[in-house]
Nanobody, 128 residues
Framework: QVQLVESGGGLVQAGGSLRLSCAAS????????MGWFRQAPGLEREFVAT????????YYADNVKGRFTISRDNAKNTASLQMSSLKPEDTAVYYC?????????????????????WGQGTQVTVSS
């Protein structure tokens, strides 16, 4: 069992930055694909970014590419999402997720259904 806890959300003005952190406990995430998703009110949860075991491979949603950076520290059992040039449309609850069923160190995943562990979410609000 993996427990994930997000932190770092808050209120920021458009153009600002935030860094979200995801702390894992209960088991190592060193062999888990990690992902960040978000859900705005009235909308479905959507993919934001994903990173492979080793951190070599990353993949981003088109609407955050160039502004967000996903990273991980397997020694600390954490993952992070650095968000810059934030826009009001980035306002959402952000979720960290772990996919522990990947056999390849190069694999990433954009699909919600691939992830078997989720955090409780952290609110990010971007004011205009």
């Amino acid at each position: 069992q993996v427990q994930l806890v997000e932190s770092g959300g808050g209120l920021v003005q458009a153009g600002g930055s935030l860094r979200l952190s995801c702390a894992a406990s209960g088991s190592t995430i060193s062999r888990a694909v990690m992902g960040w998703f978000r859900q705005a009110p009235g909308l479905e949860r959507e993919f934001v970014a994903t990173i492979s075991w080793s951190g070599v491979n990353t993949y981003y949603a088109d609407n955050v590419k160039g502004r967000f950076t996903i990273s991980r520290d397997n020694a600390k059992n954490t993952a992070s999402l650095q968000m810059s040039s934030l826009k009001p449309e980035d306002t959402a609850v952000y979720y960290c997720a772990a996919d522990t069923d990947r056999a390849s160190i190069f694999a990433t995943s954009r699909s919600l259904s691939d992830y078997d562990y989720w955090g409780q979410g952290t609110q990010v609000t971007v004011s205009s």
